[in-house]
């Protein structure tokens, strides 16, 4: 089992940056792919940015590239999330997400653990 909380939400100007964190449970956290996801009002859970274990091979969504930054530490349990420049549409509640699929990347279905989100609003 793994435990997740984000937390660095809040609300920002647009152009503005905000880091977001996610602090894992277990001993196993290593081993883990992690992701973030967010989530409009009235839409789906979207993909965002998601990182493998080694933090080799990091993704993102289009809509995020060149302002998103994923990345981890694996000896403090913890995966961030850089945001800048950030835009009103980036407004949503942002989810961490864990998976034991070492591949899962984008794909919501693979991650079996959440955290309980955390909302960031970007104001125009």
């Known amino acids: 089992q793994v435990q997740l909380v984000e937390s660095g939400g809040g609300l920002v100007q647009a152009g503005g940056s905000l880091r977001l964190s996610c602090a894992a449970s277990g001993r196993t956290f290593s081993s883990y792919a992690m992701g973030w996801f967010r989530q409009a009002p009235g839409k789906e859970r979207d993909f965002v940015a998601s990182?493998?274990?080694?933090?080799?091979?990091?993704y993102y969504a289009d809509s995020v590239k060149g302002r998103f930054t994923i990345s981890r530490d694996n000896a403090k349990s913890t995966v961030y999330l850089q945001m800048n420049s950030l835009k009103p549409e980036d407004t949503a509640v942002y989810y961490c997400?864990?998976?034991?699929?070492?591949?899962?990347?984008?794909?919501?279905?693979?991650?079996?653990?959440w955290g309980q989100g955390t909302q960031v609003t970007v104001s125009s």
């Open positions: 997400a864990a998976s034991t699929f070492s591949s899962a990347d984008s794909a919501l279905a693979r991650y079996n653990y």
């Open positions: 990182i493998r274990w080694s933090g080799s091979l990091r």
